[in-house]
């Protein structure tokens, strides 16, 4: 299970989770199943646990535990599934979960497997990261398809890319564009030397949180989840990059239901880091369900 990916800020996160061994808990991201495996540890027989993976790979790792509901669907729609698994009525305002946590970075496996098309390491895999293999538009579709003009918006908004106006020209000009190494040659006037990976990532990302609409289901999952926390119940966010960071903690403060937990965002301790080079950018963010308002 933990070789599909491993778990970051693993005993920090859900220790800050798990407040009540009976209660119910959501893992938005099952992803391999390391957090999951870790709030059911720390249940009793009458805890609960619903996971939530758009990734039917990631779903396959489940453990044959009845504590657990699985759900194949974008975690933007916990509050929905919150209602129809026996949540109050909104007005109510007692709630539904103990605790949300969500683990908002690509998993190792989505990265470390080449026909998904989320990593430039595979020169000629299909250019696809889909998170959600039943969806529509991958990431060719994407910059085939768009204008220059939305290309830089898409690269400059989601990537911070230096240059987003070229980068979209070359790109437009290196069409059609199928694979992970047409992409990489498209740009490759543009990736300076000895940070040409640098350039890269921030380019995959741009393209991956299009095709995936990262950033608009995490602001409907912010919402959904908060509104779906007892009073008390706890919120985990561990975030990757500063966008969602940003996010995640603006939410947080401007929330008229929510109180910070912790001030700064918890951090990886280096030991951690050196045995998972994919934990360095981590943040932690806990926060905790106020009393509902009148």
């Given amino acids: ?36 495996a870790e709030i059911l540890s720390r249940l009793n027989g009458d805890g609960r646990l619903i996971a939530f993976d758009r990734d039917i790979d990631a779903l396959n790792n489940a453990p044959e535990d009845p504590r657990i509901t699985l759900v194949h669907n974008n975690f933007r729609f916990i509050e929905n599934y919150a209602r129809f698994l026996g949540a109050p009525a909104p007005q109510d305002g007692s709630g539904f979960f103990d605790g949300v946590l969500a683990d908002l970075g690509v998993s190792s496996h989505q990265f470390d497997t080449a026909q998904r098309g989320f990593s430039f390491r595979y020169e000629e895999a299909p250019l696809d990261m889909r998170m959600n293999q039943d969806g529509k538009r991958t990431a060719a579709d994407l910059v085939n398809s768009c204008s220059e003009e939305e290309l830089e918006q898409i ?5 911070e890319i230096d240059g987003a106006r070229t980068m979209a020209r070359l790109i437009a ?19 300076p030397k000895n940070a040409e990976h640098k350039v890269l990532a921030k380019l995959y990302q741009a393209l991956r949180i299009e095709v995936n609409q990262e950033m608009r289901s995490l602001d409907k999952f912010l919402d959904g989840a908060t509104r779906s926390l007892k009073e008390g119940g706890r919120l985990v ?58």
């Fill in 1 to 36: 299970m933990l070789e599909y990916h491993i778990p970051v800020l693993l005993a920090e996160s859900v220790s800050a989770l798990v407040t009540n061994p009976s209660g119910t808990y959501a893992d938005a991201t099952f992803g391999g199943g390391g957090h999951t």
């Fill in 155 to 159: 690269l400059r908004n989601y990537g």
């Fill in 237 to 294: 966010i561990i975030t990757y990059h500063s966008l969602e960071d940003r996010m995640v903690k603006n939410f947080i403060r401007s929330s008229e239901l929510l109180t910070p937990v912790n001030r700064k965002p918890i951090l990886p301790e280096e030991d951690e880091i050196q045995r998972n080079t994919r934990a360095r950018s981590a943040k932690l963010r806990i926060a905790q369900r106020r009393a509902a308002l009148c």
């Fill in 173 to 191: 000009e290196a069409r059609p564009i199928g694979t992970t190494g047409d992409l990489d040659r498209a740009v490759a006037r543009m990736l």
